[in-house]
Each structure stands twice: as C-alpha cells, then as structure tokens.
C-alpha cells in the first residue's frame, strides 16, 4: 500500500491541525493504521492507533485527550485530528499502514511495513 502524508503546517500553541493520509490500496478496510511522530534529535514515536473497523483505538499518553484518530474507508483516508497543539508536539509526522499483525495495539514502528513520506507540524508558542 502507498500512503501519502498531508497537512502539515505552522500553527501557534493552543491550535487545531487535521493531517489526513490517503491510502492507495483496492483493500484498505483490511489495514490497521498508525501515526508516528519524529521530532529533531529524537526517535521516531508512536502516536495513535486505529484497527480495521474502527473500534479499536490507542493513543500515546501525550497526547491522549487532545489527538483523534479516524478512518474514512470509502475515502480510504485516515486522519489525526490534533487539537490544543503544544509546542511539544512539533515534529515530523508519518502514517503507517499494516494488515499483518502479531499483537495489539502495535505501538512499536516495527509492527509496520508501509510508510507514508511524512508532513511537518511546528508549534510555536
């Protein structure tokens, strides 16, 4: 599956950005998405998590409360709603897609196999 990254940007703390990740697959209902986030000198970081149907979600405590995942299988689109933004959570965002998993939830990047290119987020405060 081919995964394409969008909506990134220049925000100030407090507000609201939408990524979306469109999906180019004939089955995406059959794939569990992730975001995972990649600030400057630190390691790639799980985010959120959302299962085949939907009804299973896990989110990182850093951002639960604040973030929300979805997924829109006509659209075949997955989206992280990121509200109350901090400056903490400037990095580099990427969607992850797999339809082969071992265990739940797959925080763990190796869980993945398909990666999208990535959307910037910076928060300034």
């Known amino acids: 599956v081919q995964l394409q990254a969008s909506g990134g940007g220049l925000v100030q703390a407090g507000d609201s950005l939408r990524l979306s990740c469109a999906a180019s697959?004939?089955?995406?209902?059959?794939?569990?998405f992730g975001w995972f986030r990649q600030a400057p000198g630190s390691e790639r970081e799980f985010v959120a998590v959302i299962s085949w149907s939907g009804a299973s979600i896990t989110y990182a405590d850093s951002v639960k409360g604040r973030f929300t995942i979805s997924r829109d299988d006509p659209r075949k689109t997955v989206y992280l709603q990121m509200n109350s933004l901090k400056p903490e959570d400037t990095a580099v965002y990427y969607c992850?897609?797999?339809?082969?998993?071992?265990?739940?939830?797959?925080?763990?990047?190796?869980?993945?196999?398909?990666w999208g290119q990535g959307t910037q987020v910076t928060v300034s405060s």
């Open positions: 697959t004939r089955t995406f209902s059959s794939y569990v």
């Open positions: 992850a897609a797999e339809n082969s998993l071992e265990r739940w939830p797959p925080r763990s990047q190796s869980s993945f196999r398909s």
